[in-house]
């Protein structure tokens, strides 16, 4: 099973701490209402990952809404599988602004 860092089941470069939490890290960078489709790039590996809103699982938002409201350039949490036509996002959430603050390194 490949790890949170590496969705492209590249080996980890050497050194890399263990993955911190169960989902991907991208930025939606393409988003078409209409047709339901978008395109992940990878926070990690930089790969661009497309997927359909109706093959995509999306969590319901705690406020109750329907669904979350998706933005090009919001950083999202995602998941990934294997389709016929290649490697496919199957889950996706925008990631809470505090949870895509920089932690300050310790140099």
Excluded: C, N
């Excluded at 860092?5 to 050194?15: F, H, K, Q, S, V």
């Excluded at 090009?72 to 995602?78: A, D, F, K, R, T």
């Excluded at 599988?81 to 925008?94: C, E, H, N």
Aim: charged share 25%; proline share 13%; hydrophobic share 30%.
């Amino acid at each position: 099973m490949p790890s949170a860092d590496d969705p492209d089941d590249e080996p980890a470069a050497g050194g890399r701490p263990p993955p911190t939490e169960p989902f991907y890290r991208g930025t939606l960078i393409r988003l078409s209402r209409a047709g339901g489709r978008g395109v992940v790039r990878s926070l990690q590996t930089g790969r661009e990952i497309p997927f359909e809103r109706e093959h995509t699982m999306m969590p319901v938002p705690r406020d109750g809404s329907d669904w979350f409201e998706l933005r090009e350039g919001m950083i999202v949490g995602y998941d990934v599988g294997w389709t016929s036509r290649g490697l496919r996002v199957t889950k996706l959430f925008p990631v809470p602004p505090v949870l895509t603050a920089e932690v300050p390194s310790e140099t």
